[in-house]
């Protein structure tokens, strides 16, 4: 069946096809959309799950850990401020290998504040031991949904999947709902290997001494490790069922390229109107869209930007006092490859000022044609 629905709805329809139990909602903007429409869908009985407000986001999160550790499948939403609120227990759910699935939607976080999109507050935490998707369009955040609870049931890690404000959460676009049947076949019950339960008692969360914390550490990335291939098989038994592949980058006419562009959210299909725009003019560049941030495709990627002379990385994001988060990545994963590409990080698009295709193509060229030094540009800013 296809709708034509918003990125927000997007994430509900794919919550209610994936059977989802325990839904805990705190609202903010502009995220709210996406619990409002579980919430009728439980009212009309058209979900059967227990829907919770609880009384802030800190609650939300600790809520669906409990749930999850009760054995069921349970999600929650959030942006901004909110995600920031909710840190701690963040850390919670991954130390505590719970699969809760979270949708975020990108907002700036304050001050001063607004409503409108930038990927700092998702990458804010980035450390917290969650996988993160970037999704380009509204049947990427459908499908991303229902690919997060498989994936994240299967390496017992909490998951992510993010989408920009506005950009998509408020934007009607056609998407392909799959059929309840074949979403059952590809995302069965939960069955969990220890949960919360009086006949037989477990301890979750308690205290570990210095002999064995470190190996619950070791562990979560080991999980993360796998989590990598778990996803190629994942994605790659969704597109039988369904036509449709997604792969943690996702590259675009590559082929003879020495200058790549790499963005994730909706700017990653900004760089490919960039890409034509610059092929017409002679210059042989391609782009690649990052999906998966965490885990982070190390392999692939090494691979993907070898024979490259220069990487322009667009970035929605600052990590203040040294230059965009996925720069400092990308610098990361290449630093001990000889023949490495040169990589340059471009600000843009924060606080969801638009990034134009036009207007990225004219920093590209301007990269290509003198470099500068440094490890951050910022574009088209009143300075």
Known sequence: ??????????????????????????????????????????ARGELSATFMQSESEHSSMSACIGASMAGVRAFTATSSQGLAYMCE?????????????????????????TIYTDQQDSLSQRDTGWM???????????????????????????????????????????????????????LPRRVPHFRLDPAEPHAFGGMMNVDCWMESRYHLQQAMAVAVGIVDEETELWEKLTGRRYRSLQPYRMEGARYAILAAGTAAWTITLTVDILRERGVPVGSI???????????????????????????????????????????????????????????????????TAEGLAREVEAIIVEPGEGLIRWMEIKK
Request: proline fraction near 6%; charge should be negative; aromatic fraction near 8%.
């Open 289 to 355: 869209g990052l999906w998966m941030f965490r885990p982070f495709p190390v392999a692939g990627f090494r691979e993907m930007v070898q024979g490259l002379e220069r990487l322009i990385v667009v970035d929605r994001s600052c990590s203040y006092g040294h230059s965009g988060i996925f720069a400092q990545e990308c610098r990361s994963v290449l630093f001990d490859i000889p023949e490495r590409p040169e990589v340059t990080g471009v600000i843009a698009g924060l606080g969801g000022r638009e990034i």
């Open 1 to 42: 069946m296809k709708k034509v629905i918003t990125g927000n709805h997007a994430v509900s329809h794919a919550v209610k096809l994936a059977r989802v139990e325990v839904i805990v909602a705190y609202p903010i903007t502009p995220q709210t959309s996406v619990v409002e429409e579980l919430s009728e869908m439980c």
């Open 89 to 113: 227990m963040l850390h919670w759910a991954a130390g505590g290998r719970v699969p809760v699935v979270m949708a975020e939607v990108n907002r700036s976080l304050a001050p001063p504040w």
């Open 132 to 186: 993160q998707f970037y999704c380009r369009d509204n049947q990427e955040v459908l499908d991303t949904t229902i690919l997060c609870f498989k994936i994240a049931e299967r390496v017992s890690v909490p998951a992510m999947l993010i989408l920009d404000a506005f950009v998509l959460s408020h934007t009607n676009e056609a998407v392909d709902i799959p059929d309840q049947a074949l979403v059952d076949r590809f």
